[in-house]
């Protein structure tokens, strides 16, 4: 059903999908403007795949043939494909103007997906017109370990749509969970209320940060804590998902609280900054 994909952007999030849809026998176009960030997708991919050869999850004769079925771009001009996957920053105008640009260069029979973990389907389909299909495709990080793809069905996602997700997941031995486009979709709303009510804690020195985030671990069976988890996600993107749901929802719960602001405005963004509520 689907043997080619088109992934833009080669950021922690497109290198893993550009990974794990290699890794199921599929051909992948991985898009990027920036030469040295395809560089590094691709050795955050071989990496990742030694470390599951390293595990037993896969064979170590796999990695070579894997990495050779993804192809670096700087555009997707003259591309085509079956399925056609955003993961850019949680910016929707600048998804809208990726999936515009898309819409001019793919035919009507490619799949258009966005990887966002809380941004409108709906909204980003209204401006590509009607006979457009687009389906939210939510992957987790680290996308080759995580378990999940949450799908999300905007108001004129197609059953076919959905079907073809299910069918992805399959394919990439994920679990799948089907939900409604709203603010946050059900992960976000969840991981947010967590995290923010953690950064409370640690704020009125309830309790230090590696102790909120034990307390998650043993005794919630977390497999990690709500502040490293969002060291792993950038506390930048924590902070843009809390100000859109509490923009659109208008929930106290959703309010950024201001260690995160402090933190961001001072370029602590977590393990690709080098120090978040970690250092790494």
Known sequence: MISHVVVAGAGTMGAGIAQVFAQAGMRVSLVDVSPKQLENAIQKARDSLQRLAQKGSIAQDAIGPTLDRITTLNSFENLSADLFIEA???????????????NAVFGPTTLFASNTSGLSISKMASA?????????LHFFNPVPVMKLLEVVKGENTSERAIETARWIAEKLKKETIVVRDSPGFATSRLGICIAFEA??????????????????????????GPLKLTDLVGLDVRLAIGEHLFQTLGQAQFQPPEILRKLVKEGALGQKSGRGFYPW
């Open 199 to 224: 950064m409370r804690m640690l704020e009125t020195n309830v309790a230090s940060a590696e102790d909120i985030d034990k307390a998650m671990v043993f005794g919630y069976g977390h497999p990690i």
């Open 128 to 136: 590509l017109g009607s006979s457009r299909d687009l389906i939210g």
């Open 88 to 102: 850019v920053p949680e910016n929707i105008d600048l998804k809208i103007d990726l999936f515009r640009k898309a």
